[in-house]
């Protein structure tokens, strides 16, 4: 995998009768360190001025997504695992919980493409809120 990436975030949220799905597309730079892979990339929020800076790290099962900037947050998706976090915003905290049923990464290195999917319920300030997937793609720029 090259250093310079694009990375696709697809996040869909079921309620029982219906679902969204919110995708962003970013440039983003690649690398792995101590067995883990890190995407780094900036978000900007419409009408914002201030971009939030955030780290993928996945490894095995686990995955982490840290936010620096307009909104801050650590989560951890850890298979078989439930993980709380404060997500910090502007309007103030919200504490979350992400009861992880499963994490996958698939790593294709002849098209040069990794894939993470994580399934997970959500929780805000301990009330069952949704059922969430998150499908991640990273592709080599030059592919």
Known sequence: MTKDV???????????ESGDTIETVNFAQYYMKN???YVIYDEVTEGESQ???N?????????ELTKRGLVNV?????????NMT???TPFGDILMG???RKVEVKEETESQKIQVSVDYALEVNYEFLADCQIAID???RNS
Do not use: A, R, W
């Open 35 to 37: 067995s883990s892979h």
């Open 74 to 82: 650590h989560m951890i998706f850890e298979e078989g695992q439930k």
């Open 55 to 63: 780290i993928l790290k996945f490894k095995g099962k686990t995955l």
């Open 6 to 16: 694009l990375v696709s975030i697809k996040g869909m949220q079921f309620d029982g």
């Open 51 to 53: 971009v939030t800076k």
């Open 138 to 140: 990273i592709t080599s």
């Open 98 to 100: 992400m009861d992880t």
């Open 86 to 88: 404060n997500y910090t």
